[in-house]
């Protein structure tokens, strides 16, 4: 069965860096873009970030742009996603996705918190 699991969240001060990671299996992974997703509590959940299934297109959230980077590895079947100048309103808990088999699919989600 299809399953993503990440790991990596955290508490960092705000300016710091974090790299999520996201393993996944049950699936031939190399077929299939991926992508982030994050949620606050009382909001909607939002697309952080995109990868094609072959890993030459990304695309972002225009708050994103420019801190954050995805990028997979085939041999590993893991996505990562390196966050860079955090800020505090980028706490949230962060979701890997992937649309497999027409079948929406997403991970348990690992918590990143901002603070000071």
């Known amino acids: 069965q299809v399953q993503l699991v990440e790991s990596g969240g955290g508490l960092v001060q705000p300016g710091g860096s974090l790299r999520l990671t996201c393993a996944a299996s049950?699936?031939?992974?190399?077929?299939?873009?991926m992508s982030w997703y994050r949620q606050d509590p009382g909001k909607e959940r939002e697309l952080v970030a995109s990868?094609?299934?072959?890993?030459?297109?990304?695309n972002y959230a225009d708050s994103m742009k420019g801190r954050f980077t995805i990028s997979r590895d085939k041999a590993k079947k893991t996505v990562y996603l390196q966050m860079n100048s955090l800020k505090p309103e980028d706490t949230a808990v962060y979701y890997c996705y992937a649309r497999v088999y027409f079948y929406n699919y997403w991970g348990q989600g690992t918590q990143v918190t901002v603070s000071s």
């Open positions: 990868i094609s299934n072959t890993g030459g297109s990304t």
């Open positions: 049950g699936f031939t992974f190399s077929n299939y873009a």
